[in-house]
């Protein structure tokens, strides 16, 4: 039964795009849901990224009577605890927020259900875990736990917020009985004394379509001001003009119906929000201070529309982008509404649906600004190449596309959720696959193209091993969706079996530098992956070497489970490809330290903490805190390797980065 011919129609679209027809319509519709409100909190989260949309939809069996878990760091959703870790070591403050989902395809809303609902959440929020929960939500709670660690909590700028949606196809909700079931949830989770006062939003199906229209950028805003001028004519540019207006008339623009603001704005710009930094303070302080000013001490911002009509003292602004003033836009978000009453902003307004245009606009309007690399780094001639380079090659191979900007294929029909291949995805699947290094690929993107930085996307770099690589993560995303490859037991280690698969059909890769060896080492594997039946083999070949290589691990006294980001597993991993029976320390190029595991224990907030017998006979401290995912309980007698650091509170080096390896 459909039950709102709107919101049908474009679940119908999402169930191609996602390629869920063989699913109920009740499920389709909790990971429609899902996928419609958490791009509201990260717009490009689900940008060829089939590992996110995974793991946030946990409905089924063993739910906990929740359909849909986010966690977000500084406004990134995270997909796993290594990435957390990563992301960790990068910010030097944290803002953390939990987002739990449900949603039911029914006009009717039952208290048994929400009850139900709020009661799993409860459970997911408390240290410890009663309800019976499955994989995906063990690992969430991985992160939490992470999260909320005593090694972490020191970077928290606040408590965590919490936010829970709610959402039926009913016409009407609120209700006294909502009110209430809503606050004792509230108060349930004030007794943790661990996080902020929860947000419970209930959604009907009028919320959901317009949580869906302003994903879309399908919306526009009437907005008063107090002054125009129209710009000199453009021969790409429709209309434009320098509007003087009252912040509070901008911030029509910037709410989104469940009250965030509208991340989908600054789809175009080149960094989302810093944060409470130095200039962002300041502008805080002019609002708070000096509102009458501000137009004087600040640059305004600059928007991109597809098309405005004025009127009188009003305007009328269709589709907007946010392409410059995103941290003028955030801190007014957050300020308070009497003050922006009175905080004159100018606005500069472009009608255009030029793509050179925008991106031209873009570039002009932020170059004056301080803006991290990596925010300008898809915007690079490199990449509009490649991106060229895979629209001529793919269609020999597979069809897939380069998404290098975020949603830049999103409403082209033809083109599937699946046959995109993101920045993240590329820049992973290449250290991966032509670095031999998948146990850093797992990091978020951010802090790789820091630590790549000079040795990846180079100007002189051929294009080929970066389209080999994509293609390659496309093959074996195939084979994870048709349950081939089974995705619960390998899919967390999706960047071994790339390099695995690479030993495997073509050996030992030349350095990337070398452009006529890299180029003629791709076309090899790519005869390879043009052969499905050859590339299916290949890929089932690299699981088995792979679970050999992890029992074979274990049994010289390893973890099973902490190898992810362990560099000398990986080497492990190479060594046994190549049938070197015998594997030490000195045979590892990543090694720095080595030693023996010397005692064990227990410091007084349970934390494990212990010393290591280095070859010299002295021993050095180290602690759990500094050693992430490793669980060293009873491994006294173990061989590790291990990174230095000088404690200044201890006035020496201990033992950091500590992974367990095989004895010498």
Not at 45 to 51: C, I, Q, T, V
Not at 180 to 197: G, M, P, T, V
Not at 419 to 436: E, L, P, T
Not at 532 to 539: A, I, Q
Request: aromatic content about 12%; proline content about 3%; hydrophobic content about 35%.
């Amino acid at each position: 039964m459909k039950l709102d011919p709107i919101i049908d129609s474009k679940m119908d679209k999402f169930k191609e795009k996602m390629a869920l027809s063989d699913q109920q319509r009740g499920a389709i519709f909790e990971k429609f849901v899902n996928y419609s409100i958490l791009i509201g909190h990260q717009p490009d989260a689900f940008n060829g990224d089939s590992e996110l949309f995974d793991s946030i939809n946990v409905g089924g069996y063993d739910d906990m009577g929740i359909d849909g878990i986010a966690i977000k760091v500084n406004d990134i959703l995270i997909r796993n605890s290594y990435e957390a870790q990563s992301l960790i070591d990068k910010l030097p403050k944290l803002e953390i927020e939990f987002i739990f989902i449900q949603s039911k395809y029914k006009e009717e809303f039952t208290k048994a259900e929400f009850i139900s609902f709020v009661s799993g959440v409860r459970d997911f929020l408390s240290l410890e875990q009663k309800m019976p929960h499955g994989n995906n939500i063990d690992e969430l709670l991985k992160i939490k736990d992470f999260l909320i660690n005593e090694d972490v909590i020191y970077k928290w700028s606040d408590n965590p917020s919490v936010r829970l949606y709610y959402v039926t196809m009913a016409k009407d909700h609120n209700s006294k009985t909502q009110t209430a079931l809503s606050d004792q949830f509230k108060q349930d989770i004030a007794n943790l004394n661990i996080y902020r006062e929860p947000k419970v939003d209930f959604i009907n199906k009028h919320g959901l379509k317009s949580i869906i229209d302003s994903n879309e950028r399908n919306f526009e805003q009437v907005i008063n001001f107090i002054c125009s001028m129209p710009l000199t004519v453009v021969e790409t540019v429709h209309d434009s003009c320098v509007l003087l207006c009252y912040a509070n008339e901008l911030k029509k623009l910037l709410i989104s119906p469940d009250g965030l603001i509208r991340k989908s704005l600054f789809d175009d710009n080149v960094r989302d929000f810093q944060g409470n930094n130095a200039v962002n303070s300041a502008i805080a302080e002019t609002v708070k201070n000096e509102p009458e000013k501000f137009a004087l001490l600040n640059n305004g911002i600059t928007i991109v529309c597809d098309k405005y009509t004025q009127s009188n003292m009003s305007i009328n602004i269709k589709n907007p982008q946010i392409v410059n003033g995103c941290q003028t836009s955030h801190v007014l978000f957050n300020s308070n509404n009497e003050l922006l009453s009175r905080t004159p902003i100018i606005i500069k307004l472009i009608s255009t649906d030029n793509m050179d245009a925008i991106n031209q606009i873009v570039r002009g309007t932020n170059s004056q600004n301080i803006v991290y690399r990596e925010a300008f780094e898809t915007t690079r001639r490199f990449h509009k190449d490649l991106e060229d380079f895979i629209n001529a090659l793919s269609p020999s191979y597979d069809r897939f596309y380069y998404e290098r900007r975020s949603k830049q294929y999103e409403y082209n029909p033809s083109i599937n959720y699946f046959q995109k291949i993101n920045f993240r995805i590329m820049i992973q699947s290449v250290i991966a696959m032509f670095f031999n290094e998948p146990h850093v690929a797992y990091r978020h993107e951010l802090k790789l193209i820091e630590m790549y930085e000079g040795r990846i996307f180079s100007d002189d770099h051929s294009k080929y091993p970066y389209f080999t690589a994509a293609l390659s993560y496309y093959k074996i995303e195939s084979l994870f969706r048709k349950n081939i490859i089974e995705k619960s037991k390998f899919r967390n280690f999706n960047m071994h079996l790339l390099m695995i698969f690479r030993e495997l059909a073509t050996g030992d890769v030349p350095n990337i530098n070398n452009t006529l060896e890299i180029e003629n080492y791709c076309k090899k594997l790519l005869s390879v992956l043009k052969n499905t039946e050859e590339t299916k083999n290949k890929f089932e070949e690299s699981t088995k070497l792979f679970q050999s290589a992890r029992e074979n691990w274990v049994k010289q006294g390893m973890s099973y489970d902490g190898v992810k980001d362990v560099k000398a597993f990986t080497e492990f991993i190479l060594q046994s490809i190549k049938g070197d029976k015998e594997y030490t320390l000195e045979d590892s190029r990543y090694a720095k330290y080595s030693g023996k595991i010397a005692r064990v224990g227990i410091d007084r907030y349970e934390k494990l903490y212990g010393f290591i017998k280095e070859s010299s006979g002295e021993q050095i401290f180290f602690h759990s805190k500094k050693s992430f995912g490793v669980n060293f309980s009873d491994k006294a007698g173990s061989y590790v390797t291990f990174e230095k650091e000088f404690d200044p509170k201890k006035n020496k080096y201990i033992a950091v980065n500590v992974k367990l390896c095989a004895p010498l």
